[in-house]
């Protein structure tokens, strides 16, 4: 907090705007001409009427004061989806390595001051967008392989100078999709420089964990599951438990992803995971959308099931599924399951708000029902689906009881 606007501040602060957003009973809630303090970094009281002394007071005027949104999928590169967005298949955009390029060797697209000036622009705008906890996400198509510790050093650097919460971890692979000459997509495996770069992965755990006064987290990021072998599972599941940290695995995101990893395992994806114990209360799952049962998957299954019993969280991120005409059937229905569900923007600019109303629209068109969803579910999930998996992991110190438990920012 020492390095907000106002200098150094001794004493709580009191805050006060048209609207303030705090919790009671489990639920959100709006005070009109609400009063949020705060001493440090952390949030004392959020209400009416504060009866203690405070050093300073600020009025926002006709502004809300919320919670900061946490974002389970926050894009730290390019937005090449765009790409596609009236031209399909993604794969013709050069989203996928064709054969020839692999067999050329595959090199590194960006500089390490590149890559640096990514994550810089992508954290300033996600604090733009009200996000304050990030977990970053970037696509492996233009890398050589996985990403690096350098890379991520420098950006819990970047995270620290813009006080921004992040749980970072560079992601890793043991293969990748790729595009024949004929059009069909096929993996390509090599498990020793997978489980090599989980290794590195490992070790940047254990070296930033808890960096900048616990600003800066860390989590381990497998890539898409189609490019995962089950030893690379297994290891980097067993590492994520030992290591007490998150675990996001992209799944469940496309049919291509679904069908080759039904031929290669025999299973489907979420099976898969299952099998190897790598599902969890830590587990992260975007995105969601192809899940056995949906009118995309008509194989018979107990996908969101085996979710929700393991506890893991599916990471809706409702503007990029709906860009390529997809959606999850539907956030009600996965809330009446009692699945755990957080949000994700995935994709530039971070725009939380819009994926939230988003999200509450494709409810509505999918369930046919204006009453499926309203505003303050998808709400919840972008402030409280992080936090409540974790039991408080992702934190800004210790709240209030009035205040939404782990999410609170100012």
Request: negative net charge; glycine residues 10%; charged residues 20%.
């Amino acid at each position: 907090m020492s390095t907000l606007p106002w200098g150094r501040l001794d004493g709580p602060t009191l805050l006060t705007a048209r609207w303030v957003v705090g919790h009671e009973n489990g639920r959100h809630v709006l005070f009109e001409r609400g009063e949020v303090v705060f001493e440090g970094e952390r949030i004392i009281f959020v209400g009416h009427d504060y009866p203690g002394p405070v050093a300073r007071r600020i009025d926002y005027g006709a502004a809300l004061i919320g919670p900061g949104f946490v974002d389970l999928d926050a894009l730290s590169d390019l937005d090449t989806t765009i790409l596609a967005f009236d031209n399909q298949p993604g794969w013709k955009k050069g989203r996928v390595w064709p054969r020839d390029y692999l067999e050329a060797g595959p090199r590194e697209m960006y500089a390490p001051d590149a890559l640096a000036f990514q994550k810089r622009y992508a954290f300033a705008h996600l604090l733009r967008n009200g996000i304050t906890t990030a977990l970053p996400i970037a696509s492996l198509f233009y890398r050589a392989w996985g990403e690096t510790t350098e890379e991520f050093a420098a950006a819990a650097a970047i995270a620290e100078e813009l006080n921004l919460r992040v749980y970072l971890g560079p992601a890793y692979r043991t293969g990748n999709q790729v595009v024949e000459a004929d059009g069909t997509i096929a993996t390509f495996f090599d498990e020793e420089r997978g489980l090599a770069n989980l290794a590195e992965a490992i070790r940047f755990c254990e070296a930033f964990e808890g960096r900048a006064g616990g600003l800066v987290r860390t989590m381990l990021a497998p890539d898409r599951i189609e490019t995962c072998t089950p030893e690379l599972v297994r290891r980097g599941a067993a590492a994520a438990r030992d290591l007490g940290v998150p675990l996001r695995q992209h799944c469940c995101q496309s049919a291509i992803e679904y069908e080759l990893v039904l031929k290669l395992r025999g299973m489907s994806p979420i099976e898969f995971l299952a099998g190897l114990d790598a599902l969890g209360p830590r587990t992260l799952l975007p995105h969601g959308t192809h899940v056995a049962g949906s009118s995309r998957i008509a194989r018979p299954g107990r996908d969101l099931e085996i979710i929700r019993d393991a506890g893991s969280t599916i990471v809706h991120c409702p503007l990029v599924s709906a860009r390529h005409g997809a959606a999850i059937e539907s956030f009600a229905r996965y809330r009446a399951m009692g699945l755990r569900l957080g949000m994700g923007t995935d994709t530039w600019p971070p725009d939380m708000l819009l994926n939230m109303q988003v999200g509450l629209l494709l409810c509505r068109v999918v369930d046919g029902d204006a009453q499926a969803c309203r505003s303050e579910d998808t709400y919840d999930a972008a402030t409280l689906g992080g936090p409540r998996r974790w039991g408080g992991a992702i934190s800004a110190g210790s709240p209030p009881a009035r205040w939404p438990t782990s999410s609170c920012s100012t």
